[in-house]
């Protein structure tokens, strides 16, 4: 079964660079999607297609793939990004989509 | 502005059923695929379902095949989700949520609705 794999958490300084990574054997062939979810609240779509970003989202989210890795990087962390984030992709049907199970990202 | 609104969650024993709806609006609805995403409490997203623009398509996940059923009246622009002979490790929050295209392969979610709460314990 395709799986994504996404580290627990991620801990960054304010102002710095966070790199969120997701892995997974199906990444060479699917597109990565990734989401923001604050507490309490409903998920944001951040990054699109590897490396699109959404209308109204900041540009210091970005992404990108290679190989079976997909990373969400954001430039110069805000406290407001603290959040817990997943990856997205399918499977090798494209109909069955599948989460990475998130990473908490914490700002220092 | 796209807005979804689920309803139907609550306290329910297991073996019981339970339909979900979900109010769209702010968009064409018959043009966009639409899915089921849950979230057990303070636990990740777990894909539930998704139907094609036209109701004729529809996948599940391996956890919910042949218990949930998923469908759609684009007359009234509202999303269904019929939950038979639930189980303890279905509770969580059901999101629906849309794909920014009538038909599914590798698809995503770009909007979602504020989620209804399942609970099915005895």
């Known amino acids: 079964s395709f799986e994504l794999t996404q580290p627990l958490s991620v801990s960054v300084s304010l102002g710095q660079v966070a790199r969120i990574t997701c892995s997974g054997e199906?990444?060479?062939?699917?597109?990565a999607y990734w989401y923001q979810q604050k507490p309490g609240r409903f998920p944001v779509l951040v990054i699109y297609?590897?490396?699109e970003r959404p209308s109204g989202i900041p540009e210091r989210f970005s992404g990108s793939s290679s190989g079976t890795k997909a990373t969400l990087t954001i430039s110069g962390v805000q406290a407001e990004d603290e959040a817990d984030y997943y990856c997205q992709s399918a499977d090798s049907s494209g109909a069955h989509a599948i989460f990475g199970g998130g990473t908490k990202l914490t700002v220092l | 502005e796209v807005q979804l609104l689920e309803s139907g969650g609550g306290l329910i024993q297991p073996g019981v059923s339970l339909r979900l709806s979900c109010a769209a609006s702010?968009?064409?609805?018959?043009?966009?695929?639409m899915s089921w995403v849950r979230q057990p409490p303070g636990k990740g997203l777990e894909w539930v379902s998704v139907?094609?623009?036209?109701?004729?398509?529809?996948y599940y996940a391996d956890s919910v095949k042949g218990r949930f059923t998923i469908s759609r009246d684009d007359a009234t622009s509202t999303l269904y989700l019929q939950m038979n002979s639930l189980r303890a490790e279905d509770t969580g929050f059901y999101y629906c949520?849309?794909?920014?295209?009538?038909?599914?392969?590798?698809?995503?979610?770009?909007?979602w609705g504020p989620g209804t709460l399942v609970t099915v314990s005895s």
């Open positions: 702010g968009f064409t609805f018959s043009n966009h695929a």
């Open positions: 297609k590897d490396s």
């Open positions: 949520a849309t794909v920014p295209f009538g038909v599914f392969t590798n698809y995503y979610f770009d909007h």
């Open positions: 199906a990444l060479p062939k699917r597109f």
């Open positions: 139907i094609n623009n036209s109701g004729h398509r529809t």
